[in-house]
């Protein structure tokens, strides 16, 4: 439906992912008019509605916080619907969201719902432990279990991209219906000042969910735990 406004009205595909969700909220406010309404009388959606739905959007949001922090490589968008076969999986490979969709890790339904759980009422959850116990597993498991999210990838944490983050999960507009995640394979392995002040703009964003993992050495400059 992306690729379809893109070429419609010309928008960046990011911009169109969220006009998209614009589209969607549409639609089901017309089916809910149309659950009361006599078969005579439809509520139905034309194109000036989309039109003006298109324009509203991007004139309350500016296009440019929504592919600053990808167009740097910070983040993506997760695929958390492809599998991806790995014969090398059971040898020790990294896991890897495709690997979540095979149906490759053993189930931990108690540590991942115990995750989403803590998403759903704090809004940021950090999965420790030592080396190879499963924390990355879990951490995509976890987003695979709430594909409701939109969730993005952080590829780079640093203090630099704090701004663009927040900026992009703010731009997406999110709502109860469309959440916003992003995901930080090896928080440690970035600037842990960066997941904190994450951590703290997200508390005062509603709807964003931030979810990472860590070795527990790389927990001790932490402050948001």
């Known amino acids: 439906a992306a690729e379809i406004v893109t070429r419609v009205f010309g928008f960046e595909i990011a911009v169109a992912e969220r006009v998209t969700l614009e589209y969607r909220q549409l639609v089901c406010d017309a089916a809910d008019l149309n659950a009361e309404r006599p078969a005579g009388n439809p509520a139905f959606i034309d194109r000036t509605a989309l039109v003006r ?4 959007f991007i004139s309350d ?3 440019s916080n ?3 922090a990808i ?3 910070a983040c993506e968008p997760v695929d958390l619907d492809t599998p991806t076969p790995d014969e090398g ?3 020790g490979v990294h896991a890897q969201p495709g690997h979540i969709a095979a149906g490759l890790p053993t189930e931990r339904p108690e540590l991942v719902e115990s995750a989403v759980a803590g998403l759903s009422s704090n809004g940021s959850v950090l999965l420790t432990g030592p080396s190879g116990v499963g924390k990355s597993t ?3 498991m976890a987003a695979y279990m709430t594909r409701n999210v939109t969730w993005f990838r952080v590829h780079r944490l640093a203090a630099a991209d704090v701004e663009d983050v927040h900026r992009l999960a703010v731009g997406r507009r999110p709502t109860e219906s469309a959440p916003v995640g992003f995901l930080i394979d090896g928080v440690g392995l970035g600037d842990i000042d960066a997941w904190d002040e994450l951590v703290r703009r ?4 509603p709807h964003v969910y931030l979810l990472g993992s860590a070795r527990v050495e ?3 400059g932490v402050t948001t735990l």
């Open 53 to 56: 739905v298109s324009d509203l």
């Open 61 to 63: 949001c500016d296009p």
């Open 66 to 68: 929504l592919v600053a």
């Open 71 to 73: 167009a740097s490589g």
């Open 89 to 91: 999986y059971f040898k």
């Open 138 to 140: 879990a951490m995509w």
């Open 202 to 205: 997200f508390a005062a964003t």
């Open 218 to 220: 790389d927990t001790f």
